[in-house]
């Protein structure tokens, strides 16, 4: 994940010294190697957060999404492309002629554009370990 150059502040990733795609078990042995440098004795108390806030599933969630881009951009081709061409687009807006608008009006019959909604209960458990976003996944139960 990249940090998003907007967000200024410095993150729990940032202030134990870790990578944001840092597995579970790694957040735990940070904490004692950054208590180890007597330089870092006055932020005790704010590494135990960020090490409380990154072992909270629900918290490290949040904190990969406001600070991390989800995704990295791949850009094709040279870095050096011209931007203007990349986002053509994005920048008109598709003309589209009256019947094409009101295509599906023309036919005489209605019914074959109603169904029957069935809905299905799903199911959402809480997360107990969260590694980042590129391994999560939102597990869905569905009841029959």
Sequence with gaps: MIKDPLHQEETPYELLGLDPNVPHNDILHALP???RDPK????????????????????????????YCIREVKMEGDDH???????????A???????????DLKRGDLSVDF?????????????????????YKLEMTFDK
């Design 81 to 91: 492309a011209d931007l203007k061409t990349r986002l053509e687009n994005f920048m």
């Design 33 to 35: 190697l950054f208590m």
């Design 40 to 67: 870092n004795r006055t932020k005790i108390p704010k590494a135990q957060e960020a090490v409380r806030r990154l072992m909270n599933p629900k918290d490290r969630i949040v904190i990969d999404i406001l600070y």
């Design 93 to 103: 807006v598709p003309l589209l002629k009256e019947d094409d608008l009101f295509s």
């Design 115 to 135: 169904r029957e909604i069935i809905f299905s209960p799903i199911k959402i458990r809480e997360l107990t370990k969260y590694d980042g976003l590129h391994d």
